[in-house]
């Protein structure tokens, strides 16, 4: 029951906020909704009712929703016209646009909600300079010669160490590489040799770079910040995972990153429910942000069936100044829904695979 109630939150939540987006957007320009879901009804299957000209449900397969509106063809692929003023295709490409986006822009602000109430609340994390051990990682290289918390690090292959990231800049070029590294505990100097591992690390900027790592952390330092820093906190960290998520993409696109890494569903709900075992309902709820992003940046691909698509297309239209002919569309949606099966049956089948052989 926690892994189903873990997994309702995390994508739930953020699928729900994506539509209502689409839908507030909708009105604001005119546009009929015709549909409002949360979760796919497929074979007719879950609750609906109507109410004026919008049908609002939930579907029997919790793994996304949509909303319809009038005039505009999409993976649902029965599109009709009347050419009244209220349809999508009535509308200039600004409203289009805005319309088409609402619901990736929903769900960049829910992460910067839920990052600046974070950082509000509990304060803002600031990395110690001082060289003290906090936390050694388990079968890290640091574990393995003995390093513990409370340890200082005074020196490493004989350059002085005075502030922790300085730890960084020493180690990360040296994977795979014998280090010493020199360290004092209750007034007594230790020494060993020790070889970084080689790990993918994201900086902003350069996206993955590989850099050496022994597991070690530093403490922390708390600093409780007003309201508008905390808000300007929340969107710097929306930023930095916007940009390591779609340097994650890219780098999947590049081959650097395998394909067997990509999850779906399954491994959603897997993640969702040890999160909420594990760290509770805050982590549960830090997930949902990062979740939330994640639906954000795949939503926004210029590919055909999710919302960058169509957005491709409005701008395609408005810049030739003429509808794409509709059999066109139609082979861009079919391309488009076939890929995306495709891409739906290599997740599941990664998913199923770390359920049974990485439990």
Not at 146 to 162: R, W
Request: charged share 15%; net charge negative; aromatic share 14%.
């Amino acid at each position: 029951m926690i892994y189903f109630l873990s997994f309702i939150i995390v994508l739930g939540i953020p699928v729900f906020l994506h539509e209502l987006g689409h839908f507030l957007a909708a009105k604001s320009v005119g546009i009929r909704v015709e549909k409002f879901f949360v979760g796919f009804d497929f074979f007719n299957l879950g609750y609906k009712k109507k109410f004026g000209e919008t049908e609002y449900g939930i579907g029997l397969f919790p793994l996304g929703g949509y909303v319809k509106v009038a005039g505009v063809l999409d993976e649902n692929m029965d599109f009709e016209t009347k050419g009244e003023e209220y349809e999508f295709r009535s509308k200039n490409t600004f409203q289009k646009i805005w319309f088409l986006s609402a619901g990736v822009i929903m769900n960049f602000l829910l992460a910067i909600f839920v990052f600046s109430t974070f950082v509000f609340f509990e304060g803002a994390k600031i990395p110690s300079e001082i060289p003290v051990i906090n936390q050694v990682a388990i079968d890290s290289p640091a574990s393995d010669i003995g390093l513990q918390a409370n340890d200082e690090l005074i020196s490493i292959n004989n350059i002085k160490i005075e502030k922790f990231f300085e730890i960084k800049n020493i180690v990360g070029p040296n994977f795979d590489k014998e280090i010493s590294i020199n360290w004092i505990r209750d007034n007594i100097e230790y020494s060993s040799v020790i070889t970084p591992f080689k790990q993918k690390t994201y900086k902003q900027g350069e996206g993955f770079i590989s850099l050496g790592i022994i597991g070690v952390s530093p403490n922390f330092e708390v600093e409780y910040i007003s309201l508008f820093s905390s808000f300007l906190d929340g969107c710097s960290q929306t930023y930095y995972w916007i940009c390591f998520l779609c340097s994650s993409l890219l780098s999947i696109i590049s081959g650097d990153i395998s394909l067997d890494q990509l999850s779906g569903p399954v491994g959603i709900v897997k993640v969702a429910g040890d999160t909420a075992s594990s760290g509770g309902f805050l982590a549960l709820i830090y997930l949902m942000a990062l979740i939330s992003i994640n639906l954000g940046i795949i939503n926004i691909l210029p590919f055909p069936v999710v919302d960058g698509g169509h957005i491709m297309i409005a701008l395609i239209e408005g810049l030739i100044g003429k509808e794409i002919p509709l059999n066109i569309k139609y082979y861009i949606q079919i391309a488009g829904s076939i890929f995306l099966m495709l891409l739906f049956v290599l997740v599941f089948a990664n998913d199923i695979y770390r359920l049974i052989f990485q439990p």
